[in-house]
């Protein structure tokens, strides 16, 4: 399905003209507007999910593959050292276009690009609350 007033459902299926790097019958992958590094892509499906907790099955086990080759094709493009794959599910987590999609951003030595955390420790408490309850 997809949602009339979502912005990437129109990227996804080029209604919006994107730069596009790839496409199949269930995804488009396209250049991110504002990259975190030179490279940064998107991979979008083509029906509308608002996040990973949504995503039909196949297509999120079909997901990963994609992203595999895709990182392994623009390395040897692009040059570059590394790669994170980041995906925001939630406000909370960052998430600004309530559209699935899973960053690929490509990493060079030196770059400026910011993922990254504060280690916490791990406390006994946490520990047997969470996995009492799984
Ligand atoms: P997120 O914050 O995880 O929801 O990521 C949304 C991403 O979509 C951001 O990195 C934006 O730069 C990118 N974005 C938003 N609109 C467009 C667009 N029209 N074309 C390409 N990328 C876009
Ligand atoms: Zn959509």
Redesign the pocket.
């Known amino acids: 399905m997809k949602d009339e007033n979502c912005?990437?459902c129109k990227?996804a299926n080029g209604e919006?003209p994107?730069?596009t790097l790839y496409e199949d019958e269930d995804f488009r992958v396209?250049?991110?507007?504002?990259?975190?590094s030179k490279g940064?892509a998107?991979i979008i499906p083509k029906e509308h999910y608002a996040n990973l907790y949504e995503l039909d099955d196949e297509l999120a086990s079909k997901v990963l593959v994609l992203a595999k080759k895709m990182i392994t094709k623009l390395t040897d493009v692009l040059g570059c050292d590394g790669y994170n794959l980041?995906?925001?599910n939630g406000e909370t987590?960052?998430?600004?276009?309530?559209h699935f999609?899973l960053?690929l951003i490509p990493r060079y030595k030196g770059d400026a690009v910011g993922i990254g955390w504060k280690l916490g420790k791990l406390t006994e408490g946490d520990k047997e609350e969470i996995l009492s309850k799984i």
């Not at 396209?30 to 975190?36: C, E, G, H, R, S």
């Open positions: 912005i990437f990227l919006i994107t730069s396209i250049l991110d507007a504002n990259p975190a940064h998107l980041v995906q925001n987590a960052g998430q600004t276009v309530f999609h960053h």
